[in-house]
């Protein structure tokens, strides 16, 4: 592994362990509407749109096995759930590369809501005995709704940390060239 | 090149995903004391001084979020409190005649009086963790096996019970609540004592709880008082793991009544969505009693 690669990894740690930690003993205690925010989906999202599928399908499985190891919940759910979660937001990143400054929004929600519904069929799958009711539906949709509003924080929060790891990204660096006038190949022409 | 980075990522995917099924299965497939909930607890042993720390840490923060939802709902219970207050006053000048008569009744049967919860050995603990998911209605509190807490003890806080314990570690236990889905306690509600199970209505709704099996004839009513049963079998084999008496909730409707698919439903007393401080039942029922 590369001294970049590594620095990078070692950050994806220490963001795994702090956001399963503060999520566990903060932010799970704070009631807001009946519901909670869950940072899990949105670091994972965040995590796979700044450094590719590869990176945020392992973040995700390792967020995931973190979470369900601290919770004492049934190994295995969560990591499967946000595996897929950061694969996805990592090939949104590679296949589309969307610039809008909204898109970590609209992906925090497609996150949240993936992760809500994954884990949802997973507990079926597993056999939970829990009826499919309303209240449950309108938890699902405030945390849906709370993790749109603070998904654009979050991810600035998350590129803030990882920003001096990150590899130089060809087409972000062809972009900023674009930008910056005077190194822009129509110029030099 | 590009084939081989996409190769190289499938093959880390698959692999992932692999992992997590095989984690899963055989996570789901062993006993309580198998080899990956072995892992999990140490894994948790491990952390509990880290997640206490932080708990500690932030409580700040959560305290400074609680003070905005508390103002914000304050203004609408004061009309509620008001009426509450009323009828409370009330209900206090019968209860004080009821006691002065209960004791002199007491005195003269010489009976045991009401059951104290002090003789169960209550340890106070802070709540350190709650579980994420609506699914999981846990929490993780900072007193464990080394202060007497063992799985299956009763817990309760300052209003009424609140769960039971379901996992212990040397400075931490899980208390699983009522609300959890896997819950059950056996309780008896209403004037008549009637019995029946407190179950959960389903995953994700801390303020409705399911009465069942209370029979056909139950005659309950909104407002009767839900309370714990505290069973003992003839056998002492299987005696309930909560002290009879416990409150639970209160009925807040009846769905159906009178008929087979009949729905008594309770609010509890507790509020399962702001716990900070809690009390473990630690003394069995044979030993308090």
């Given amino acids: 592994m590369t001294p970049d690669g590594a620095k990078l990894a070692g950050r994806l740690v220490a963001l795994a362990i702090g956001g399963v930690v503060v999520q566990t003993t903060a932010v799970s205690q704070l009631p807001i509407a009946g519901a909670n925010a869950d940072l899990a989906p949105l670091l994972v999202m965040a995590v796979g749109l700044l450094c590719g599928s590869l990176a945020g399908g392992s973040f995700g499985f390792g967020v995931g096995l973190f979470l369900d190891v601290v919770t004492m919940q049934t190994l295995g759910v969560s990591s499967l759930v946000l595996l ?34 994954g884990f949802a069929l997973m507990q079926f799958l597993l056999g939970i005995d829990a009826p499919l009711s309303w209240a449950l539906l309108r938890q699902i949709l405030t945390t849906l709704v ?5 998904a654009l924080p979050v991810y600035a929060l998350v590129r803030r940390s990882l920003l001096a790891a990150l590899p130089d990204d060809p087409r972000r660096r062809r972009r900023r060239a674009y930008t910056t006038g005077g190194l822009s190949p129509l110029s030099r022409s | 090149m590009y084939d081989k980075t996409v190769r190289r990522r499938r093959a880390v995917l698959g692999l992932l995903v692999v992992c997590s099924l095989i984690l899963l299965t055989a996570y789901f497939g062993e006993s309580g004391g198998g ?40 203004k609408g219970k004061v009309e509620d409190l008001t009426a509450e207050r009323d009828r409370l006053r009330a209900e206090l000048a019968r209860q004080e ?49 080394s202060d007497g807490v063992r799985v299956g003890q009763p817990v309760i806080n300052e209003e009424a019970l609140i769960g039971r314990v379901t996992a212990v570690f040397r400075g931490a236990a899980q208390v699983t ?6 819950s059950s306690v056996s309780s008896r509600a209403g004037a008549r004592n009637v ?9 994700g709704n801390p303020n409705d709880l399911l009465l069942k099996f209370t029979g056909p004839n139950a005659r309950l009513n909104p407002g009767d008082r839900v309370v714990t049963r505290g069973t003992v079998s003839d056998t002492d ?16 409707r009846i769905d159906n009544e009178g008929t087979d698919t009949e729905e008594v439903h309770l609010r509890p007393y507790a509020n399962m969505r702001n716990l900070d401080f809690v009390r473990v039942l630690t003394r069995t029922r044979e030993v308090a009693g």
């Fill in chain 1, 84 to 117: 897929a979660v950061g694969y996805g937001a990592g090939r949104l990143r590679e296949a589309r590369d969307p610039e809008g400054s909204l898109v970590p929004l609209a992906a925090g929600a497609i996150a949240t809501l993936t992760f809500s519904i």
């Fill in chain 2, 35 to 74: 080899a990956l909930h072995g892992v999990q607890r140490g894994t948790s042993e491990v952390l509990n001084p880290v997640q206490e720390g932080a708990s500690r840490a932030l409580k700040p923060v959560r305290d400074l979020f609680g003070w905005f939802g508390d103002t914000l709902s304050a």
């Fill in chain 2, 97 to 145: 005649n009821a006691t002065y008569q209960n004791a002199r009744l007491a005195k003269l049967l010489e009976t045991q009086g009401a059951l104290e919860l002090g003789a169960y050995a209550p340890k106070t603990a802070r709540v350190t963790t709650a579980s994420p998911t609506v699914w999981y209605a846990t929490i993780r509190i900072d007193k464990g096996s």
């Fill in chain 2, 195 to 203: 019995f029946g199970m407190v179950e959960p209505v389903g995953a």
């Fill in chain 2, 177 to 182: 609540l009522l609300t959890d889905t896997k």
């Fill in chain 1, 146 to 150: 709370i993790n749109a509003l603070i």
């Fill in chain 2, 237 to 252: 084999r299987y005696p309930s793991l909560y002290p009879p008496g416990v409150p639970i909730g209160v009925i807040t």
